[in-house]
């Protein structure tokens, strides 16, 4: 096959940050997706309507006009959102959800949630006015390992929202193991998952052989391969359950090459053609539509695009790096290898 078309998809999970970061990576994405849902970890979180929408304006300005994009807004979960907060967000056509970042979890999430079960007035408010949460889901306790931390999170918190909130609408995001598939295949049309491009390329040790390769490092950590293989299975069975959701999480070049490094792939750069690559190699190009156009947007209940985009299979080799400003790099996933499909036009 020499070219594929595809309605035009969304992605339901990107890290955009703010200033010169966002006028480069927000362009990136524009111009393959229609919609993307923003995370709100920024310094300080989004964490209420107001903030939101002034985060939505500032995208929405680095943003070129030559695309027509729409950023989806996500309010960060504090210990001290109420409920006030969600009948609110409930009310704002720019705000979709509220994201989980249990605190300590990952970039950002020191303001996070400490106690589960004190969000549960929220969490009933979130059901009854039907808003979204959105998880990251692994638990924080220092002795846990870290391989460990998203199976865990799904037997010890998930299963417990679920069953007191069974009709809350839940997307356990970025899933990285067969336990997270096994519940969401498991489990009503209410709970979804998005799939990151790193998680169905790579194992862990894409990461950790010959060397460490800080550019693989994300959190969810990537797992071995059997893990990789069950999310393939997943993104490709046509699933509905299962949708594109890219978490590209960009940081600067010297933060990630250090001694202590920060979690995040740069994906957006080139993200349909990574799934491309990915659903290729699995035989199931057929499938991507769904997975990368529909899905997301019928579990958000939003309408499905209509305008198409065609990807050509023409070898295309990716930048060593992004320049963000003056002396500050922004390394890709895959810097310097070669795609196989590039987006036309
Ligand atoms: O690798 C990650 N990077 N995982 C996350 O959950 C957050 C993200 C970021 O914001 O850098
Ligand atoms: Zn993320």
């Not at 107001?50 to 807004?73: D, K, N, R, V």
Request: glycine share 4%; net charge negative; hydrophobic share 40%.
């Amino acid at each position: 096959m020499q070219q594929i078309t595809l309605t035009q998809p969304d992605d339901w999970h990107l890290h955009v940050r703010t200033g010169d970061m966002l006028k480069t990576v927000i362009n990136h994405t524009a111009k393959q997706f229609a919609r993307a849902i923003i995370m709100p970890n920024l310094q300080p979180p989004v964490s209420n309507v107001a903030q939101a929408l002034s985060y939505q304006q500032e995208i929405q300005q680095a943003t070129s006009s030559a695309y027509a994009f729409t950023p989806l807004m996500v309010l960060y979960l504090t210990n001290s959102t109420t409920i006030e907060d969600v009948k609110q967000a409930a009310e704002s056509a720019a705000v979709q959800a509220f994201k989980l970042y249990p605190a300590g979890a990952t970039t950002n999430s020191d303001q996070g949630v400490t106690d589960l079960q004190a969000m549960f007035p929220v969490f009933e408010a979130m059901e009854k006015h039907h808003v979204p949460l959105l998880i990251h889901g692994e638990v924080t306790d220092a002795e846990i390992d870290i391989f460990d931390r998203e199976r865990l999170f799904i037997d010890q918190k998930l299963r417990f929202i679920h069953q007191n909130f069974p009709a809350l609408r839940i997307v356990l995001e970025h899933v990285t193991t067969r336990e997270a598939v096994q519940f969401v295949q498991e489990t009503p049309a209410n709970i979804g998952a998005t799939i990151t491009p790193q998680h169905l390329l790579y194992n862990r040790n894409a990461m950790l052989v010959g060397g460490i390769k800080p550019h693989y490092y994300c959190l969810p950590i990537l797992k071995r391969e059997s893990h990789r293989l069950a999310l393939v299975a997943a993104a490709t069975s046509g699933n509905p359950k299962f949708f594109l959701g890219t978490d590209s999480a960009p940081h600067l070049k010297h933060l990630k090459e250090t001694s202590c490094g920060c979690a995040g792939c740069y994906s957006a750069y080139g993200a349909i053609e990574l799934y491309a690559q990915a659903f290729e190699q699995a035989n199931a190009l057929d499938k991507l539509e769904g997975f990368a156009s529909f899905y997301g947007a019928d579990f958000y209940q939003l309408p499905r695009n209509t305008k198409q985009i065609t990807l050509e299979k023409i070898d295309w080799q990716v930048p060593n790096d992004y320049a963000i400003a003056e002396g500050m790099q922004l390394t890709p996933l895959k810097a310097g290898e070669m795609l196989h499909w590039k987006l036309k036009g």
